[in-house]
């Protein structure tokens, strides 16, 4: 469940955070936070990055559905954790606004497949009595990581918008050390109904 949150957390984090990415004209270390009280619109190019950046999640939950299939549970969870510390270590850097839309289009997709493979694990791990509770304590974990990361955006963002990136950055290193406590390989494993 610390997985889930993590990753829950930064899904909704990065979705908090790329429209306030927009209207600073963040680009990696360069970048300045807006002032509080300051309105702004986003402009239709800016939302139209935003709509295809998001539809990065579908395209990471179809993904982890295949790659599961192909791969197993345990590898593709690891693998992904790990490229997601590297991506969101991209947000370091810019080169613009094109850029910045890329690696978030990135990091959506590659945190979708990282939430959607352990939805697939945790239901297969335990038996049938215990499963709705195990996928309770995932729904709950979730939803608190996704409070959490946007809390996170909205309080260090005006300090930082580096240290969102740094937030970020820790929070998919956490996830990445966490997916090796997930030990068991659930592909092809048939649990007796309980």
Do not use: H
């Not at 619109?41 to 999640?57: E, H, I, Y």
């Not at 579908?58 to 991506?87: D, E, H, M, N, Y």
């Amino acid at each position: 469940s610390m997985v889930s949150t993590q990753s829950t957390g930064i899904e909704t984090g990065v979705l908090v955070f790329l429209p306030l990415a927009f209207i600073s004209t963040f680009c990696g270390e360069t970048g300045k936070a807006p002032k509080r009280d300051r309105c702004a619109t986003l402009s239709q190019d800016d939302l139209l990055m935003l709509s295809v950046s998001a539809l990065g999640s579908l395209v990471g939950c179809a993904a982890a559905f295949f790659i599961t299939g192909w791969f197993g549970r345990l590898k593709p969870l690891r693998v992904s954790s790990g490229v997601q510390v590297a991506i969101m270590a991209l947000l370091f850097v810019c080169f613009g606004e094109f850029y910045l839309f890329g690696v978030a289009t990135l990091i959506k997709i590659i945190n979708a497949i990282v939430v959607m493979i352990i939805w697939i694990i945790i239901p297969e791990t335990f038996a049938t009595i215990i499963r709705s509770t195990a996928t309770g304590v995932i729904n709950s974990s979730g939803k608190c990581g996704a409070v959490v990361g946007t809390a996170a955006v909205i309080l260090f963002f005006y300090v930082s918008p580096i240290l969102v990136v740094c937030v970020f950055v820790a929070a998919s290193l956490l996830t990445f050390g966490m997916s090796f406590v997930l030990t068991k390989e659930t592909r092809d494993t048939i649990l007796a109904d309980t």
